[in-house]
């Protein structure tokens, strides 16, 4: 099946620092990607819907100055977590979708594993 | 707005039983249907998917039911296993956005 590769699965920064997520399709090209940021004993919360070379559509409640997402080509999506302050700590979550074409068929958000942000 | 919903935070069922995990939505539009289950600290990980011109998929001890005029769908788990124990996300999805929307998930907890 499609696999979508997320790194780092673990960071640790310092605050007021800048970190980047990354986020690729391996086997497939991915137009659409999302990023997700869950709290603990909450569902998965949509950031952002990253389109290959067009700008990223934020959720409201979303700085998109602080939350800088770059989806530069087909097989890769980064997510930067600007002047990271602990609040910002969290668990983030990118998914990639392949084109659903007529058949809708495998029409599935492919998850990465995860990046555990702690910001100190 | 949540246009997906999951009203059971948790649900505990004893191993062997059948586990229930329910999901109403409100958007007519959707018409592809997903359960991810998630275990700590990873991503979610597909577990079973439904169109709209269904009523029913099976995938071994997976069911997954929609019921359209009501906006429900449900998935069983027969027999459930320990295993299973983990929180269970459903996920609607339209044509139009391919953006898919979660619920806020049921923790389930399989009792050996």
């Known amino acids: 099946g499609a696999v979508v590769s997320q790194h780092p699965s673990r960071v640790i920064c310092k605050s007021g620092t800048s970190v980047k997520i990354e986020c690729r399709s391996l086997?497939?090209?991915?137009?659409?990607m999302f990023w997700y940021r869950q709290f603990p004993k909450q569902s998965l919360m949509l950031m952002a819907t990253?389109?290959?070379?067009?700008?990223?559509?934020?959720e409201q409640g979303v700085e998109k100055d602080k939350f800088l997402i770059n989806h530069a080509s087909l097989t890769l999506s980064t997510l930067t977590v600007t002047s990271a302050h602990p609040e910002d700590s969290s668990f983030y979550i990118c998914?990639?979708?392949?084109?659903?074409?007529?058949?809708?068929?495998?029409?599935?958000?492919?998850f990465g594993q995860g990046t555990r942000l702690t910001v100190v | 707005d949540q246009q997906v919903k999951q009203n059971s935070p948790s649900l505990s069922v004893q191993e062997g039983r059948i586990s229930i995990l329910n999901c109403d939505y409100t958007?007519?539009?959707?018409?592809?249907f997903l359960w991810y289950k998630k275990y700590p600290a990873e991503g979610p990980t597909f577990l079973i998917s439904?169109?709209?011109?269904?009523d029913k998929n099976e995938d071994g001890r997976f069911t997954v039911f929609l019921n359209k005029s009501a906006k429900h769908l449900s998935l069983h788990i027969v027999p459930s296993q320990p295993g299973d124990s983990a929180v269970y996300f459903c996920?609607?999805?339209?044509?139009?956005?391919?953006?898919?929307?979660f619920g806020t998930g049921t923790s389930l907890t399989v009792i050996p």
């Open positions: 998914s990639a979708t392949r084109d659903r074409g007529i058949l809708k068929a495998n029409a599935e958000a492919f």
């Open positions: 086997d497939f090209q991915a137009t659409t």
């Open positions: 990253s389109n290959e070379g067009s700008k990223a559509t934020y």
């Open positions: 958007n007519s539009m959707f018409d592809y």
């Open positions: 439904i169109s709209s011109i269904k």
């Open positions: 996920a609607a999805s339209d044509e139009i956005s391919n953006q898919f929307y």
